[in-house]
C-alpha cells in the first residue's frame, strides 16, 4: 500500500509503474527517465513488476555498472517503503473506518483539523440580509480580509496602508477603531 496523505492505496494491475502517479508527486518515468528509457515495456503495470518475492525488472539490455546501478539503487530505496498486494485497484479514504470517501467525514475532518474551534455557536438573523450575517460572523471570528491579514497569508498586496490616509496598517482594529472615517462613524453611531 502506498501512503498518500489520509488515503492508502492497494497496487495492482491497472496501475501503470512509469507513468502513474503511484509514489510520490510525480511519475516515475519523469524522476528516472533514463530507466525509463531502459525499460521493456514503458506500459508495464505495478502488477507486472511485483511479486510475492519483490520488484522484478525487465530491462532491454543489460545494465552497465556505475550509474545504471546507482539509478537502480535509487529506484529500490524509493520504493523499499512501498507495500503491494494482490487486491483490485482499491483506494482506501483513512478518514472513515469503512474505508470509503465521503463529503461528510471530510469536512468533519477539515472543521477539526483547519477551522477553529469557537464554543459560540454561530446565530443567523433573518431579518437582516445573508451578507451582513456573514460579515458579523467573520467580525466575531476576527477573519475579515484586512490588508495585512492578505499580506500575512501570501497574498500580494501592493499597498498594506490604510486607503483614506495611510498613516497606519490596515488591520482589524484600525479598520473598525483607530482610522479617522471608523472614529467619525462611531462618534456619529452613539449621538
Known amino acids: 500500500m502506498a501512503e498518500a496523505g489520509p488515503a492508502t492505496y492497494d497496487d495492482s494491475e491497472p496501475t501503470h509503474i512509469l507513468l502513474g502517479c503511484w509514489v510520490g508527486d510525480q511519475p516515475l518515468i519523469k524522476v528516472f527517465p533514463w530507466l525509463a528509457a531502459l525499460e521493456e515495456d514503458i506500459d508495464c503495470k505495478v502488477g507486472d513488476r511485483w511479486s510475492s ?3 522484478v525488472w525487465r530491462w532491454r539490455q543489460p ?11 535509487k529506484l529500490c530505496e524509493l520504493l523499499q517503503h512501498v507495500k503491494c498486494s494482490n487486491n483490485s485497484d482499491t483506494w ?3 478518514l472513515d473506518e ?4 465521503s463529503v461528510g467525514t471530510t469536512r468533519k475532518w477539515i472543521e477539526n483539523k483547519v477551522l477553529p474551534a469557537n464554543e459560540v455557536p454561530t446565530r443567523w438573523c433573518k ?3 445573508r451578507k451582513v450575517n456573514i460579515l458579523v460572523w467573520r467580525l466575531r471570528l476576527w477573519r475579515l480580509p484586512t ?8 497574498i500580494t498586496v501592493p499597498f498594506v496602508l490604510c486607503p483614506v490616509y495611510g498613516r497606519a496598517e490596515e488591520d482589524l482594529k484600525h479598520l473598525l477603531f483607530r482610522c479617522v472615517v471608523a472614529e467619525d462613524l462611531w462618534r456619529a453611531t452613539w449621538k
Open 63 to 73: 545494465l552497465v555498472a556505475g550509474v545504471s546501478h546507482a539509478f537502480v539503487a
Open 92 to 94: 482506501r479514504w483513512g
Open 98 to 101: 469503512d474505508g470509503v470517501f
Open 127 to 129: 431579518v437582516v440580509p
Open 147 to 154: 490588508r495585512v491579514r492578505l499580506r500575512d497569508r501570501g
Open 53 to 55: 518475492e519483490g520488484w
